[in-house]
């Protein structure tokens, strides 16, 4: 069982910069990150592979890297340029096999949530 713990949410005006990790307790294989606004569905935002290879979903490519430190079993998340539609509550996610997963199924562990709100 893999325990993944977030931190870094906040509130940030329109054009800033907030950055989220996840400490996760032991060794995983992908690792993504999904976010989720009141009355929607979770929704992929990007993912990185065990050997740092990436994907993104249309709404943040640009503005978001994800990234990972194997040694430190961490995931990060550096986001620049925020818009109010990024609020949401951020979630990290980890899957048990190599699979670079866009979907929630694909994940088995989760972490908690980190909240994210955009001023306008």
């Known amino acids: 069982q893999v325990q993944l713990v977030e931190s870094g949410g906040g509130v940030v005006q329109a054009g800033g910069s907030l950055s989220l990790s996840c400490a996760a307790s032991?060794?995983?294989?992908?690792m993504g990150w999904f976010r989720q606004a009141p009355g929607k569905e979770r929704e992929f935002v990007a993912v990185?592979?065990?050997?740092?290879?990436?994907v993104y979903s249309d709404s943040v490519k640009g503005r978001f890297t994800i990234s990972r430190d194997n040694g430190k079993n961490t995931l990060y998340l550096q986001m620049n340029n925020l818009k109010p539609e990024d609020t949401a509550v951020y979630y990290c996610?980890?899957?048990?096999?190599?699979?670079?997963?866009?979907?929630?199924?694909?994940?088995?562990?989760w972490g908690q949530g980190t909240q994210v709100t955009i001023s306008s």
């Open positions: 996610a980890a899957a048990d096999m190599f699979v670079m997963g866009t979907t929630p199924q694909y994940y088995r562990y």
């Open positions: 032991g060794r995983t294989f992908s």
């Open positions: 990185v592979s065990f050997s740092g290879r990436t």
